[in-house]
Nanobody, 115 residues
Framework: VQLVESGGGLVQPGGSRRLSCAAS????????MSWYRQAPGKERELVAG????????NYADSVKGRFTISRDNAENTVYLQMSSLKPEDTAVYYC?????????WGKGTLVTVSS
């Protein structure tokens, strides 16, 4: 089982970035997927979630209207499109898959928002 995040890097404030999470080793289309983030010195927090079919999404208040989660079940990939980025969005972003009691995590990708 693998969840591999990519797309992190240095972004200027106000900029955009798209994160990807490629899944393998499990039935991706059966899992609800989500993105979490952890900033230095802070606890890991939920950023956005999407149901297994992609019909339902939810967002943290801090990213509503700026971030969009989506998934492609044919490509076993979940995305996080981030726009209007702020310095406080700087964090390691993690991908998570959940089905009943089974939870998988990726290793994370670092997003730094700075001028």
């Amino acid at each position: 089982v693998q969840l591999v995040e990519s797309g992190g890097g240095l972004v200027q404030p106000g900029g955009s970035r798209r994160l990807s999470c490629a899944a393998s080793g499990f039935t991706f289309s059966s899992y609800a997927m989500s993105w979490y983030r952890q900033a230095p010195g802070k606890e890991r927090e939920l950023v956005a979630g999407i149901s297994s079919t992609g019909r339902t999404t939810n967002y943290a208040d801090s990213v509503k209207g700026r971030f969009t989660i989506s998934r492609d079940n044919a490509e076993n990939t979940v995305y996080l499109q981030m726009s209007s980025l702020k310095p406080e969005d700087t964090a390691v972003y993690y991908c998570r898959g959940v089905m009943r009691e089974t939870i998988y995590w990726g290793k994370g990708t670092l997003v730094t928002v700075s001028s």
